[in-house]
């Protein structure tokens, strides 16, 4: 039996007609852009996620360039950034003008190493700094990174595109940040019918700037305070998401399972699964391992053989990508930790509502490598 890497196609019975029932009264009303929908899932997501507001925008990435410009970042300055994430952290940095330095990553928790952060942030003083919660945790320093950044006056910006449903000490990871970003691709935990993204704060300042650079910099309709752009999510995007609320709780139960189930089956097959540090409660984002660079692709051609999904996220550091060279101006840590998770990190199937029998099948095709 192959097993993908991840299966968004898994919606609950009946949700689907929901879907196609909400299209059809949306369309006959031509109900498109903004309107009840959007606003009910800006609520909803300020109330799961205790951020006290939400702009809802058209991606991830916008996201994060909004959240960007919210704090002041302009063309010229500086920010730092992990340079273990999906390269829309990056990218974003140099979309808004401004200049990255990467920081290297912690080879416990594989998040952004607080030292080297620390150091990058008295060299640098930067005018902002982004941290990205990967895999469905977050750093065991986060409290650190918060207050550090507070101290210093410099704004600190929560790439939370991974994290949707994660709880640090009980309490939902965005909580306390002081402004953070989702995204809404349909692979990620909290997935729409094509591409969505939020921007969370608790600074009513911070949301009406967001709001603001999300729609055309807009005060009132014909006037414009801002240069912003069209980064509207649309009412589609939105009713897909409010249905989707309503089942996040059991996806994320159904995540947890598959990742339960991998802490326990694969450290008598010699694999080390990476655990979230103390204070977190997953949501079941992904599943990370790390296994020896010349063991990895081994193991990988049995899993092709067998028809198993992997992935490898990250299969490297943003500061060694092509595209970086331009702009990157300096990297922090003589580790290059990054590098090495990248040339180690194996992630086996793991999404909502994946069977008892496909994660068997996972552990099968383990053990028929360790065979050979
Ligand atoms: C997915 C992702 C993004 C980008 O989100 P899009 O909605 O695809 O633009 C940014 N950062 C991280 C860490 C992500 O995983």
């Known amino acids: 039996m192959a097993v993908p890497f991840i299966d968004i196609k898994r919606f609950e019975p009946g949700f689907l007609d929901q879907w196609n029932e909400k299209v059809k009264t949306m369309s006959a009303n031509a109900q498109f852009i903004g309107g009840a929908e959007v606003s009910e899932l800006e609520s909803g997501l300020s109330q799961t996620t205790s951020a006290k507001y939400t ?71 930067p005018k902002a700094a982004m941290i990205v919660h990967l895999y469905g945790w977050g750093t065991s320093r986060i409290e650190e990174y918060r207050k550090l950044c507070k101290e210093r006056n410099v704004p600190l910006i929560e790439d939370g595109a991974q994290c949707f449903g994660v709880l ?43 709001r603001r650079l999300a729609n055309h910099g807009r005060t009132s309709h014909y006037e414009h305070g ?44 010699g694999i080390e699964p990476i655990h979230p540090p103390k204070g977190y409660t997953e949501n079941g984002y992904c599943n990370v391992t790390l296994v020896s660079p010349e063991e990895r692709p081994k193991i990988e051609a049995v899993l092709k053989e067998k028809g198993i999904g992997f992935g490898n996220i990250y299969p490297g550091a943003m500061s060694d990508q092509p595209g970086a060279k331009p702009h990157l101006i300096q990297r922090f840590g003589k580790d290059q930790n990054a590098r090495r998770i990248s040339a180690s990190v194996l992630n086996f199937p793991l999404f909502a509502y994946m069977t008892d ?10 053990k028929e490598y360790k065979k050979r």
């Open 226 to 269: 801002d240069i912003g752009w069209n980064s509207r999510l649309d009412s589609l995007q939105a009713a897909f998401l409010n249905l989707s609320l309503k089942h996040l709780g059991k996806r994320i139960e159904s995540r947890k399972q598959a990742a339960e189930f991998y802490y326990k089956t694969l450290p008598g097959l």
């Open 55 to 125: 702009v809802a925008c058209a991606n991830g990435t916008d996201a994060l360039q909004i959240a960007l410009r919210a704090v002041g970042v302009k063309r010229g300055d500086k920010v730092i950034l992990p340079d273990s994430t999906f390269w829309a952290t990056f990218e974003s940095v140099v979309n808004v003008g401004a200049d990255p330095y990467t920081v290297d990553t912690n080879s416990g928790d594989l998040q952004m190493d607080f030292d080297t952060f620390k150091e990058a942030l008295d060299t640098v003083k």
């Open 357 to 366: 029998a496909e994660k068997d099948e996972v552990i099968s095709a383990i």
């Open 168 to 210: 640090y000490n009980n309490e939902s990871i965005y909580k306390d940040a002081l402004i953070s970003t989702t995204s809404f691709y349909p692979a990620k935990v909290l997935g729409a019918a094509g591409d969505g993204g939020a921007i969370f704060t608790n600074s009513e300042e911070l949301s009406v700037i967001a």
